[in-house]
């Protein structure tokens, strides 16, 4: 198996300290993060390419799928304060090569935190080079 997820993850969750230092970050998922603003990032999926496979069913490449979350409980604001984050991370996710597939506003448990899901698909080598499919 091909695992880049601790490489990924310590790039975005890097930006996003960067930019919100007193916020929180997550690499599994919550719901009811401990301080806002907050990201998580997870490795949602990892399968063999298989058209890449050799003779000896070797694995060469991985689709990779990613799910952010971002969450904000301010009173007012809360949406902005998340596109914010997320047009920041995307552009993180797309300067690595991640194509984004869907990105849309989710229901939380708690009415009183606004959260935004972004999920990313790519190819990855087993030299960790990414491709967009």
């Known amino acids: 198996m091909i695992d880049a997820e601790s490489a990924i993850y310590s790039t975005i969750s890097g930006v996003f300290k960067e930019h919100y230092p007193n916020g929180s970050q997550y690499g599994e998922e919550v719901d009811s993060p401990a301080k806002f603003p907050c990201m998580v990032l997870i490795e949602s999926d990892n399968y063999t390419h298989e058209a890449s496979l050799d003779a000896e069913m070797h694995e060469h490449n991985a689709n990779l799928m990613y799910t952010l979350d971002i969450y904000s409980n301010k009173t007012s604001g809360a ?4 596109k914010k984050i997320l047009g920041l991370l995307d552009q993180e996710m797309q300067n690595l090569g991640f194509v984004r597939t869907t990105c ?16 990313y698909r790519a190819v990855i080598s087993e030299e960790y080079r990414i491709y967009r499919r």
């Open 79 to 82: 949406k902005q304060e998340c």
């Open 104 to 119: 849309l506003p989710t229901r939380n448990q708690d009415r009183k935190i606004y959260r935004i899901t972004a999920r």
